[in-house]
């Protein structure tokens, strides 16, 4: 049996390239040596979105995504998080096992406590108690299905700390019956600059998309921030915003040649940014057709998901049968 990794995708729109090696490109490739469980966490992103029509869409948004880039609905267990109830309940139980006060040091509410607390509102101001628990069903999310490995980007280790102190909680009261999971922090995320340098990232609105049209492409890339260097300057690669991202996307002997041409002189800015977008065509083209035609099809993404699901309530099933034994329910 394959040792099983599990992540949880936020649905949150449109992809960036700073999605895809970040975390999509990455994820695939684990998807070869694991089981892989891969679910859209639309119950985690109800803490936010209220509109009906605004969930549904960033579900099929992030849904046609990860199927364009090359998931394998036959291979990877691909599944919307509504779809298992079993989530659910085992959220519960755990909930049960959750101290308030690992719940209070959780950085992501305490984010929103700091910001009320600076701008002089009351501190739980618009803090709902789905946004409080977000990390208790995101235990849940992980133990149904006896995680080994969860690939996740920095901003969610604690989370994973927090899933696995609850587990060892849990355990220490009835036995071995949850598996701890390991988290895999992907530091590669933090390296992936957007056009302004900064970490690339929709709230910095310095994005390159990956599947909008070409000169929603081209515009960002042509518009990303360099030094001065003059085109016969040398320069150094690993400072440049252009070749970071192109080191990650073009061949070895490609990338290797760039950087002789960097630390030489006599490459333009303006000539590498056309390079890269050439690159960003080449490479997702094709993509952006599947993911459009993917659009335009949500009853299909529906039957994906479906399927995946059907599968994932296979796993968990006997597993929330041996918690709720353990507990005596
Ligand atoms: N909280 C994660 C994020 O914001 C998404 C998520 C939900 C998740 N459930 C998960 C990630 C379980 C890993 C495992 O990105």
């Not at 280790?157 to 071995?176: C, M, P, S, V």
């Not at 998309?209 to 690993?238: G, L």
Request: overall charge neutral.
């Amino acid at each position: 049996m394959k040792q099983i990794t599990l992540t949880g995708i936020k649905p949150t729109g449109q992809p960036h390239i700073g999605n895809y090696l970040g975390m999509i490109k990455p994820a695939l490739e684990l998807a070869k040596d694991f089981q892989a469980l891969y679910f859209i966490a639309d119950y985690h992103a109800l803490t936010t979105v209220r509109d009906k029509k605004e969930l549904a869409h960033l579900t099929y948004q992030a849904t046609a995504t990860w199927l364009a880039l090359g998931l394998n609905p036959d291979e990877v267990i691909f599944y919307r998080q509504s779809d298992i109830p079993e989530v659910f309940e085992l959220s519960w139980v755990l909930s049960c096992f959750t101290t308030k006060g690992l719940l209070n040091r959780a950085h992501a509410y305490k984010a929103i406590v700091d910001d009320n607390i600076a701008e002089g509102r009351e501190e739980d101001k618009n803090i709902n108690a789905g946004l409080f628990t977000y990390p208790v069903l995101m235990a849940a999310d992980i133990l149904l299905f006896g995680t080994h490995i969860v690939p996740v980007g920095l901003d969610q280790q604690q989370h994973l700390e927090i899933t696995r102190d609850i587990a060892l909680t849990f355990n220490k009261n009835y036995g071995n019956v949850l598996t701890i999971p390991e988290a895999v922090i992907r530091k590669e995320v933090m390296t992936i600059p957007g056009i302004d340098g900064r970490k690339m990232s929709k709230s910095y609105n310095n994005v390159i998309p990956i599947f909008a049209a070409s000169n929603q492409v081209r515009k960002p890339v042509m518009r990303i921030v360099t030094d001065s260097k003059r085109p016969e300057d040398p320069k150094d690669p690993d400072e440049c915003n252009i070749f970071a991202i192109y080191r990650h996307l073009a061949e070895v002997d490609a990338v290797e040649a760039k950087r002789k041409l960097y630390l030489e002189g006599g490459l333009a800015y303006g000539e590498m940014k056309k390079e890269l977008f050439a690159l960003l065509e080449a490479t997702f083209s094709e993509q952006r057709d599947r993911y459009n035609a993917l659009m335009e099809n949500p009853g299909e993404l529906d039957k994906i998901l479906e399927k995946g699901g059907e599968k994932a309530r296979d796993i968990a099933g006997p597993i929330l049968t041996k918690v709720r034994k353990a507990i005596g329910v």
